[in-house]
Structures are given as structure tokens and as C-alpha cells.
């Protein structure tokens, strides 16, 4: 019962991180619905069962079962995930959609809490690089074999990691606000 009782407070820690920027962002609404999928028996159960502290009990749980429930689950029912967001061609390849920016917003506020939360250097000192790093880590489009991120929602994503790096998350709420990203990526036609 006991892990089940960290991996509660766990997302707890996650909801209120990833809320705290969503709010900072204007997203309300997203800052306070934020993951509740992981309150479902689907996500919550193995991930508690999975649940090590120090790493993911997604991983975990692929290593057991050579498949998480969890993340099957979590990323069908979260428009935050870029994984909600590929579709199929009519020969079967995978295509990647363009993410509204509202869930783009949210998957950086999400990369934030979970940085903060499951990180390297969670609950010590944490660097607004750190989304940065993690992007450039897990999001290596080359390696794969198809695309996986629109090339608008990429040009982006690339475009808000950077600022946040250099500038915080002050200045990348401000240029939300202002509609800045919107402007430069998604005012014109999906390419």
C-alpha cells in the first residue's frame, strides 16, 4: 500500500508543478484537468504496482510486460502527448498532425513538471534548460524511421525550449500571452 501511496502523492507533486506553469501560461482550465487520467484504474494500478521513486513505473512496467497499459492508456486520452496527435496514411505510415498550440503549451508546462518532479535534479536545483535537454534527448526525429512531429508544431516547440532556456518561464508566458508563437507558426498553412 505504501507505494501506492508515494506514486499518489507523486502525481500530486506533477498536477500542481505542471498547474503552476499552465496558469502562468493562461491555460486554467488545462492547469487544473492536467493528467486526471492517472486517477483511472487503467493508469493508476500498475503504475503504483511499477512504482520505483527514482525512475518511471512506465518503464518499469514495458520492462515487465514488454508494454505498458499505463502509457497505452495515458497518451490515447491526452491531447498534451504528441502521440495523440499522429494519424495514418492510406499505405499505413505514420503522420504526424499539427498540435493545436493550447496542447503544445500544455506538453511544455508538462515537461516542466515532470523535470521538477521526476527528473535528474528533482527537489534540488532545476534549470530552465532542463526542458531543453529533455526534448533534445527524446524527441530525436532522425532516428526514426517516419516523422514524428508536424513541422509547424516542431519549428515551434524548438522555437518556446529555447527561449525558455535562455529567458525563463516569465518571458515565455509573456510571448504566450501576446500570441507570439501562434503568430509566427501557426497563422500561416499547415506545410
Given at each position: 500500500?505504501?507505494?501506492y501511496?508515494?506514486?499518489?502523492?507523486?502525481?500530486?507533486?506533477h498536477?500542481?508543478?505542471?498547474?503552476?506553469?499552465?496558469?502562468?501560461?493562461g491555460?486554467?482550465?488545462?492547469?487544473?484537468?492536467h493528467?486526471?487520467?492517472?486517477?483511472?484504474?487503467?493508469?493508476?494500478?500498475?503504475?503504483?504496482?511499477?512504482?520505483q521513486?527514482?525512475?518511471?513505473?512506465?518503464?518499469?512496467?514495458?520492462?515487465?510486460?514488454?508494454y505498458?497499459?499505463?502509457?497505452?492508456?495515458?497518451?490515447?486520452?491526452?491531447?498534451?502527448?504528441?502521440?495523440?496527435?499522429?494519424?495514418?496514411?492510406?499505405?499505413?505510415?505514420?503522420?504526424?498532425c499539427?498540435?493545436?498550440?493550447?496542447?503544445?503549451?500544455?506538453?511544455?508546462a508538462?515537461?516542466?513538471?515532470?523535470?521538477?518532479?521526476?527528473?535528474?535534479?528533482?527537489?534540488?536545483k532545476?534549470?530552465?534548460s532542463?526542458?531543453?535537454?529533455?526534448?533534445?534527448?527524446?524527441?530525436?526525429?532522425?532516428?526514426?524511421?517516419?516523422?514524428?512531429?508536424?513541422?509547424?508544431?516542431?519549428?515551434?516547440?524548438?522555437?518556446?525550449?529555447?527561449d525558455l532556456?535562455?529567458?525563463?518561464?516569465?518571458?515565455?508566458?509573456?510571448?504566450?500571452?501576446q500570441g507570439?508563437?501562434?503568430?509566427?507558426y501557426?497563422?500561416?498553412?499547415?506545410?
Amino acid at each position: 500500500m505504501n507505494k501506492y501511496w508515494k506514486h499518489f502523492k507523486t502525481i500530486i507533486k506533477h498536477k500542481i508543478e505542471v498547474g503552476k506553469a499552465c496558469f502562468k501560461f493562461g491555460l486554467y482550465w488545462q492547469g487544473l484537468v492536467h493528467d486526471l487520467s492517472k486517477f483511472s484504474i487503467t493508469e493508476f494500478a500498475p503504475s503504483a504496482k511499477y512504482f520505483q521513486g527514482t525512475s518511471s513505473p512506465i518503464d518499469k512496467e514495458k520492462e515487465a510486460k514488454g508494454y505498458s497499459a499505463a502509457w497505452l492508456h495515458h497518451k490515447a486520452h491526452n491531447k498534451h502527448h504528441q502521440w495523440y496527435w499522429m494519424d495514418w496514411d492510406n499505405k499505413q505510415n505514420p503522420t504526424p498532425c499539427r498540435i493545436p498550440a493550447k496542447y503544445v503549451y500544455e506538453m511544455i508546462a508538462d515537461w516542466i513538471g515532470a523535470g521538477k518532479v521526476y527528473g535528474k535534479n528533482a527537489g534540488k536545483k532545476w534549470s530552465w534548460s532542463e526542458p531543453y535537454e529533455y526534448y533534445k534527448a527524446h524527441n530525436r526525429e532522425s532516428e526514426s524511421n517516419f516523422p514524428i512531429w508536424h513541422p509547424q508544431t516542431k519549428a515551434m516547440i524548438d522555437t518556446i525550449v529555447v527561449d525558455l532556456a535562455r529567458y525563463g518561464l516569465e518571458f515565455v508566458a509573456f510571448e504566450i500571452k501576446q500570441g507570439y508563437y501562434e503568430a509566427i507558426y501557426y497563422n500561416s498553412d499547415p506545410a
